[in-house]
């Protein structure tokens, strides 16, 4: 079977290996420790870590989409940022 | 007669007037009469919105039949309310040219396959989301519930390589495998309602009295939560049979949709109006046919089980 | 209802699991991969990191075409959902009126897109349409192929045609459920008509409503096959929406690379209103 036309970068396959990864370590964090650690954060509705990483992960896109628009191509900035942005949403959502 | 005719027509200004001022007048209402379910005094005005709107729905596919009895020439001369010469033509046409009915059993053949392929796996998952927690079942639950918003035209871009990679292009099978992308997850999202419904200790009981789970599941539960199937069913053939963009994407010519028959046939012939008209009526017939046997359960089946 | 905590239920998700994940996954990750890179067809790419991403977003088509589109969803949900609602109020709820009213109101959710497209265009039409030729008779130039208002009035009422019947169907599902009992209260309470609707049909109605804003807004967001049989997204662009500009950059320009990066800005726009929508909805569960 000929998958080709898939097209794979090595930067896509790091992109989608880096969720996988997340995914699991998500996986084994609540298999470790289950529950999701809910709490009410500034949001005012309860959350779990896996809305948490969702919410980071999401938010970090459009950071990325507005770093493009507004900025420049360099995105290392727009990542230094969405690092930020998601070790707020984890201490405060 | 006249009499008669009067009495409507108050009738209906009278509708009209609780129309426009409907709030203030239910407002002075004297304390003690029911202002809701049961006002038989304004019987005529109750039916009045939901005959108004039925007719508003009725009027297009009125249009529709009334062209698809009229010879092109009618069409082309001018409006008319009924076919002046009617003619059974256009159907003869579509009845008697295997590229135009194959349409038809292409549409029914790969919406019957993912009607079951949809309901048959989103039995035990939606099962599952009702009754157990599990690793991640709220972040999956919603995962398949975006499958569900996402645009069709988003996924059909790399549709055509990845089925050609399989080698179904064309075949009716990949068609009712690109709908389960949004049938399935409706499907687990109607039964999970449904299947809420049912209460915990049936199950409890079951294995009390020595079920298996298999034989518990086919032979107590599936009975008992038969009109959540139907419905599940009934949505997933209700989508798959409306849908264009993908199985026109996936299909060439053994498989394709009658709907793309439709619009292809007709960019070829000039404008073959009537044969348009009456290749959309049948259309029509079939989901016409299905919403009869749902019937008292499609109301429930809209709230997706949860009322 | 009580859940007991069991992950072997992850086998009875396995099939969904895996059949959802090939169409949607495998497309999903194509398209990122697409839209870092530049063809010219025969599977041979070249990398072209984030200049797609860029066109995209600083061309004025896109952006047009996606305040079209939110507008069109505005206009859509502020008349389908009131509208839906109203209907259902007026609805009988009970003898042989119910059954007949719903069959022929669902009528037009069963109708292919296509179809339903084919239908109001033969409607409208000022040579054959029954609406376009009386529109004519009254001397209203109705042509929905040349004036961008008359194709928006004629996507809208279409599109209100076909989708109002949902809200009608949710609507009433949610208010049959209501018991007696909460009628008679207000009967002795002698409240008034609105009053009834707005202190306890409404708060009745929040969950199959909010069902019914997120499928209707939704689904209009997605919209393509019954404007594009209609208008083509035209006169000019005037009725290209989101999903119709897409399909033209990616079929018919055949642009894989800017198509890609559309559709992930796409699928991202989606993704954040599906979970606002499904969090209000959960938390307001939640709180019942």
Request: some cysteine; aromatic content about 14%.
């Given at each position: 079977?000929?998958?080709?036309?898939?097209?794979?970068?090595?930067?896509?396959?790091?992109?989608?290996?880096?969720?996988?990864?997340?995914?699991?370590?998500?996986?084994?964090?609540?298999?470790?420790?289950?529950?999701?650690?809910?709490?009410?954060?500034?949001?005012?509705?309860?959350?779990?870590?896996?809305?948490?990483?969702?919410?980071?992960?999401?938010?970090?896109?459009?950071?990325?989409?507005?770093?493009?628009?507004?900025?420049?191509?360099?995105?290392?900035?727009?990542?230094?940022?969405?690092?930020?942005?998601?070790?707020?949403?984890?201490?405060?959502? | 007669?006249?009499?008669?005719?009067?009495?409507?027509?108050?009738?209906?200004?009278?509708?009209?007037?609780?129309?426009?001022?409907?709030?203030?007048?239910?407002?002075?209402?004297?304390?003690?009469?029911?202002?809701?379910?049961?006002?038989?005094?304004?019987?005529?005005?109750?039916?009045?919105?939901?005959?108004?709107?039925?007719?508003?729905?009725?009027?297009?596919?009125?249009?529709?039949?009334?062209?698809?009895?009229?010879?092109?020439?009618?069409?082309?001369?001018?409006?008319?309310?009924?076919?002046?010469?009617?003619?059974?033509?256009?159907?003869?046409?579509?009845?008697?040219?295997?590229?135009?009915?194959?349409?038809?059993?292409?549409?029914?053949?790969?919406?019957?396959?993912?009607?079951?392929?949809?309901?048959?796996?989103?039995?035990?998952?939606?099962?599952?989301?009702?009754?157990?927690?599990?690793?991640?079942?709220?972040?999956?639950?919603?995962?398949?519930?975006?499958?569900?918003?996402?645009?069709?035209?988003?996924?059909?871009?790399?549709?055509?390589?990845?089925?050609?990679?399989?080698?179904?292009?064309?075949?009716?099978?990949?068609?009712?495998?690109?709908?389960?992308?949004?049938?399935?997850?409706?499907?687990?999202?109607?039964?999970?309602?449904?299947?809420?419904?049912?209460?915990?200790?049936?199950?409890?009981?079951?294995?009390?009295?020595?079920?298996?789970?298999?034989?518990?599941?086919?032979?107590?539960?599936?009975?008992?939560?038969?009109?959540?199937?139907?419905?599940?069913?009934?949505?997933?053939?209700?989508?798959?049979?409306?849908?264009?963009?993908?199985?026109?994407?996936?299909?060439?010519?053994?498989?394709?949709?009658?709907?793309?028959?439709?619009?292809?046939?007709?960019?070829?012939?000039?404008?073959?109006?009537?044969?348009?008209?009456?290749?959309?009526?049948?259309?029509?017939?079939?989901?016409?046919?299905?919403?009869?046997?749902?019937?008292?359960?499609?109301?429930?089946?809209f709230?997706?089980?949860?009322? | 209802?009580?859940?007991?905590?069991?992950?072997?239920?992850?086998?009875?998700?396995?099939?969904?699991?895996?059949?959802?994940?090939?169409?949607?996954?495998?497309?999903?990750?194509?398209?990122?991969?697409?839209?870092?890179?530049?063809?010219?067809?025969?599977?041979?790419?070249?990398?072209?990191?984030?200049?797609?991403?860029?066109?995209?977003?600083?061309?004025?088509?896109?952006?047009?075409?996606?305040?079209?589109?939110?507008?069109?969803?505005?206009?859509?949900?502020?008349?389908e959902?009131?509208?839906g609602?109203?209907?259902?109020?007026?609805?009988?709820?009970?003898?042989?009126?119910?059954?007949?009213?719903?069959?022929?109101?669902?009528?037009?959710l069963?109708?292919?897109?296509?179809?339903?497209?084919?239908?109001?265009?033969?409607?409208?039409?000022?040579?054959?349409?029954?609406?376009?030729?009386?529109?004519?008779?009254?001397?209203?130039?109705?042509?929905?192929?040349?004036?961008?208002?008359?194709?928006?009035?004629?996507?809208?009422?279409?599109?209100?045609?076909h989708w109002t019947s949902l809200v009608v169907l949710l609507?009433?599902?949610?208010?049959?459920?209501?018991?007696?009992?909460?009628?008679?209260?207000?009967?002795?309470?002698?409240?008034?008509?609105?009053?009834?609707?707005?202190?306890?049909?409404?708060?009745?109605?929040?969950?199959?409503?909010?069902?019914a804003?997120?499928l209707r807004?939704?689904d209009?967001?997605?919209?393509?096959?019954?404007?594009?049989?209609?208008?083509?997204?035209?006169?000019?662009?005037?009725?290209?929406?989101?999903?119709?500009?897409?399909?033209?950059?990616?079929?018919?320009?055949?642009?894989?690379?800017?198509?890609?990066?559309?559709?992930?800005?796409?699928?991202?726009?989606?993704?954040?209103?599906?979970?606002?929508?499904?969090?209000?909805?959960?938390?307001?569960?939640?709180?019942?």
């Open positions: 079977m000929d998958f080709s036309w898939m097209a794979w970068t090595l930067p896509t396959a790091l992109f989608f290996l880096t969720i996988l990864a997340l995914l699991i370590g998500m996986g084994v964090w609540e298999y470790v420790s289950p529950g999701g650690n809910p709490r009410v954060g500034i949001l005012r509705f309860e959350t779990t870590r896996g809305d948490r990483l969702f919410v980071s992960l999401l938010g970090s896109a459009f950071i990325h989409l507005a770093w493009l628009g507004l900025g420049g191509p360099d995105l290392w900035w727009a990542l230094a940022l969405s690092v930020v942005y998601a070790v707020g949403v984890f201490k405060l959502v | 007669m006249k009499t008669h005719a009067t009495a409507i027509s108050t009738a209906q200004t009278d509708a009209a007037q609780t129309l426009r001022t409907g709030t203030t007048q239910a407002a002075e209402r004297r304390p003690g009469t029911l202002p809701l379910p049961a006002r038989r005094t304004k019987a005529g005005v109750a039916w009045l919105v939901p005959t108004l709107y039925i007719v508003f729905l009725m009027l297009p596919i009125y249009w529709l039949v009334n062209m698809s009895f009229k010879t092109n020439t009618e069409i082309m001369s001018g409006v008319s309310l009924f076919p002046q010469t009617p003619t059974l033509r256009n159907y003869m046409v579509i009845f008697s040219d295997p590229s135009w009915y194959k349409g038809y059993i292409n549409s029914i053949i790969y919406v019957v396959l993912n009607t079951i392929i949809a309901v048959s796996v989103a039995l035990p998952a939606a099962y599952a989301f009702s009754r157990y927690r599990f690793l991640g079942d709220k972040h999956l639950f919603f995962w398949l519930l975006t499958n569900r918003m996402a645009p069709p035209a988003v996924f059909a871009l790399p549709f055509f390589q990845l089925y050609s990679a399989f080698g179904l292009i064309d075949t009716h099978i990949a068609v009712a495998l690109a709908h389960c992308l949004f049938n399935v997850p409706l499907a687990v999202w109607i039964l999970e309602g449904f299947m809420s419904g049912v209460p915990k200790e049936i199950d409890e009981t079951a294995y009390i009295d020595g079920y298996s789970f298999p034989r518990f599941f086919v032979k107590i539960y599936i009975p008992l939560i038969a009109s959540g199937i139907g419905v599940a069913a009934f949505f997933c053939f209700m989508f798959s049979w409306v849908e264009l963009l993908i199985a026109r994407t996936l299909t060439t010519t053994d498989a394709k949709p009658i709907a793309a028959i439709m619009t292809r046939t007709v960019s070829a012939s000039g404008m073959d109006w009537g044969v348009l008209a009456a290749a959309g009526v049948l259309t029509i017939i079939p989901g016409a046919l299905v919403i009869y046997f749902v019937r008292n359960y499609i109301a429930k089946g709230a997706l089980g949860r009322v | 209802m009580q859940k007991t905590w069991n992950n072997k239920a992850w086998f009875m998700v396995l099939p969904v699991l895996v059949l959802v994940a090939f169409s949607a996954v495998i497309p999903l990750m194509t398209v990122v991969n697409y839209s870092v890179q530049d063809t010219f067809g025969n599977n041979e790419f070249f990398w072209a990191g984030t200049e797609w991403f860029t066109e995209v977003l600083e061309s004025a088509r896109f952006w047009d075409a996606l305040q079209r589109n939110l507008f069109f969803s505005g206009v859509i949900l502020a008349i959902i009131p509208l609602i109203f209907i259902a109020l007026n609805m009988p709820k009970k003898g042989l009126g119910v059954p007949f009213c719903l069959v022929f109101m669902a009528l037009p069963l109708i292919p897109w296509n179809v339903v497209g084919t239908i109001w265009q033969l409607l409208s039409r000022a040579d054959i349409g029954l609406v376009g030729y009386s529109l004519a008779r009254l001397g209203i130039p109705f042509n929905y192929a040349s004036d961008p208002l008359h194709a928006w009035i004629t996507v809208v009422v279409m599109d209100v045609w609507a009433y599902a949610g208010l049959v459920s209501i018991p007696d009992s909460y009628y008679q209260a207000t009967k002795i309470d002698g409240a008034s008509r609105w009053a009834v609707f707005r202190y306890i049909q409404l708060p009745k109605l929040k969950r199959v409503l909010l069902i804003v997120l807004f939704m209009s967001f997605m919209i393509y096959t019954e404007p594009f049989v209609v208008t083509g997204g035209g006169p000019g662009s005037a009725t290209t929406f989101l999903s119709i500009d897409l399909v033209k950059i990616a079929v018919g320009q055949f642009d894989l690379g800017p198509a890609a990066a559309m559709s992930i800005i796409y699928f991202l726009i989606v993704l954040l209103l599906s979970w606002v929508f499904y969090t209000v909805m959960t938390s307001s569960d939640a709180a019942n």
